[in-house]
């Protein structure tokens, strides 16, 4: 009995993908979550841009706090929870349109996270590619740092004195500080571009300020990686 | 008939739970004698029958080699997991061991998830007895930390114990639902489970009647079993130097000692020392006296090993313990004053121990399966995934596709191509975990991606990997050039096959078939005993003296007729005996009624009367 009601309803489900309309009543759809006629929920089309998902235009500078009540809003609305008594190809709308909601969140609420995802949108990076620069300004600091980790991997590793490895803990905290610091500060340079990139009004433009934030990305990836091995260096301890 | 019930599936006890549709509040359904806990113990009988629960834990004493326990520890493992485990449980594993790990109780073979099957049955019937009909369909709980073979293998268990498992909720999750069942204010908790075999810390948002897990972290090898095995391995060593006796060298002997350790660690918690008091067989008598801070001094390492996960979990959501509002303590374990006292000190604060640390996982459940049923439109659960998802890339790296404590449900897509020319396939291998490699990580699946000959780099397959509501994955592959979808044969690096799952559910079937007599057996037997007394009742009534000879010999034939076939073990039987009796005793109801009647309409009009 399921078999066929799913025949009839992937069926139903390819005419309207041409057309857009609802899979359910046939009412025009217009690729939104619900349909505005029945309230089913829709299929969500592959390919789908984060930012539109949200009904947002491709901009960096966004209300964090907007996104978020629309979040909860569409959380509350899409959860598989809501749809367990509900036919299978609900269930399946359901868990995709909820899996997308959850993945567009975590691409878009962080600054960072919202320049990948746009560079990658874009073209400008393949997803995954994740590149790294050390900071020129900071090479020194860096070759410190690097000395301080292996030496309290020696000295955790031959059984060095306990207030060796205090001195050691003491100049690592110290140096992530500093490190945090500049992360902070690229971050901040990052965000000010975001405005740049949306007034941008040509392709020129827009390639420029993407590449930009794409170089400064790979500066603040460096740094974050730092930190992170710094940090659990010392939660070794 | 679509009601749906909360199990929590526990390493030491396991208990099902309902919501009341009245109070619409959860209640924990008690077995025949009122207990709630079910002991997550199962023992083979000399004549093969399996003894579970209560019975099975007193053949632990005395037959330890046919029973098993503690047998969550062993679920979607392989014999490489669990190798130092295994040495202090007594049970035999045998050959076949690398993916599933098979237990060998006297001449028998089970699966951990068989094991499991036959606890989740004993509730099936316990709930079922307790409604009057059928129940087919839970919501089972597991570990926040558990991976995807484990979370499978819980549902495998169900499957094979006749039940359609609805959905997998994280115990802390669980628990936080029970917590917060009548408060809707904004709320940071933090959920500190420490069971028997397992440890989870999940930090959650509350906020009208939201509940989003921001992070999750744990230890699937920690639990009250480590107090449990430290305590009698401090032990064991005293009687050896003391009594020249290796408690280890006979298994009930060890079983016994640990069982009489486990009720010292009990009053400990309570008071500031214990005597212990051990029995060794013909060699005499083991006794010592013990205080709580000697007992803390050993178990305190142990302790420490939860907040290690504590401090990753706070990171992770990106708070200090200060901002914490409230802290609640679920499992057993929570009942050492140690554990309470280094909580408090982690968090500032005094942990929450009103809800009974026992039963709030299974309670939380059951508000679960009333939200998936509808009866509660108010409340959402937005639960994590607890582990990183990655993918093998080239030199056995992983790179990671899905980060942990992303709220779940979540995707990522990948797209793959050749290297080769005219290369047929790609092989995926997945893995969870935080490390770099992928030979540190834990190995979910693998699969081959079927691609038509072309030319390198021309083939463009997108994978799409899915972590759905329970916490498991889904993938779907989509060759972009052709459009098509295929369908993707993962194969699971740990866990039961799809064809040994059923073999096993049919197997169980012949069982239900059984457990379905034995409760009917016992639900018309209580209805017989019912009846029965209510006639010699009615027959003591006034209005029974309106009885002819003839009715009132009608009955006591009818009595007498279905107190034989109480004797018998025949359902059908009692309750054609018992529609017998039914019909013998009606004119004497209707006389006991009629009376009633009268005596409430005296003194009314017509219009007052309520029919």
Known sequence: MQMTEETTIREKKTAAREVGACWSCGAEAQQRHFCPACNKVQPQPPDTDFFRFFGLERKLGLDTAALERQFYELSWKLHPDNFHNASAYEQELSLAKSAVLNDAWRALRDPVARVEYLLGLEGVRREGDIKQQAPPDLLEEVFELNEYLEELRDARRSGGSSRERQELRHRLEQARHTFEEKMDAVLAELTAQFPVFDAANDGSARKAALNNMSEILNRHSYIRNLVRNVTDELDEE | MNRIVGIDLGTTYSLVAYTDATTRKPVCIPDAEGRTLLPSIVSLDTDGALAVGWPARERLLHQPERTAYSVKRLMGKGIDDVRDELALFPYRVAAGSEQVIRIQLSDKIFTPPEISAHILRELKRRAENFFGEEVTRAVITVPAYFNDAQRQATKDAGRIAGLEVERLVNEPTAASLAYGLDKHQRALIAVYDFGGGTFDISILRLQEGLFEVLATNGDTHLGGDDLDNLFVEKIREEIREQHGVDVAGAVDLYQRLRDTLISSKHELSSCERAILRFLLDGKGEFTREISRAEFESWIAPI??????????????????????????????????????????????????????????????????????????????????????????????????????????????????????????????????????????????ARFTLKIPP???????????????????????????????????????????????????????IEHAEEDFAASQLIGARNEADTILRATEKALKEEEAAELTDDERRQIAEAEAALSDALKTEDYKLIRERLEQLNQATHRLAELIMNSAMQTAMKGKRPDEVNL
């Open chain 2, 454 to 508: 072309q030319p390198a780099g021309l083939p463009r397959v997108e994978v799409k990997f899915l972590i759905d509501a329970d916490g498991l994955l889904q993938v779907t592959a989509r060759d972009l050039r052709t459009e098509d979808e295929q369908t993707v044969e993962v194969k699971p690096s740990y866990g039961l096959s799809d064809d040994e799952v059923e073999r096993m559910l049919i197997e169980s």
């Open chain 2, 303 to 444: 302790i420490e090993r939860t907040l290690g996960p504590c401090k990753r979990a706070l990171k992770d959501a990106g708070l200090q313990p200060a901002q914490i509002d409230e802290v609640v303590l679920v499992g057993g374990s929570t009942r050492v004053p140690l554990v309470r006292r280094r909580v408090e000190e982690l968090f500032g604060r005094k942990p929450h121990c009103e809800l009974n640390p026992d039963e709030v996982v299974a309670l939380g459940a059951a508000i679960q399966a009333n939200i998936l049923s509808g009866g509660v439109q108010d409340m959402l659960l937005l639960d994590v995934t607890p582990l990183s998802l990655g993918i093998e890339t080239m030199g056995g790296a992983v790179a990671k596709i899905i980060p942990r404590n992303s709220t779940i449900p979540a995707s990522a897509t990948e797209m793959f191509t050749t290297y080769v020319d005219n290369q047929t396939g790609v092989d995926i291998h997945v893995a969870q975990g935080e490390r770099e490699l992928v030979k540190d990580c834990r190995s979910l």
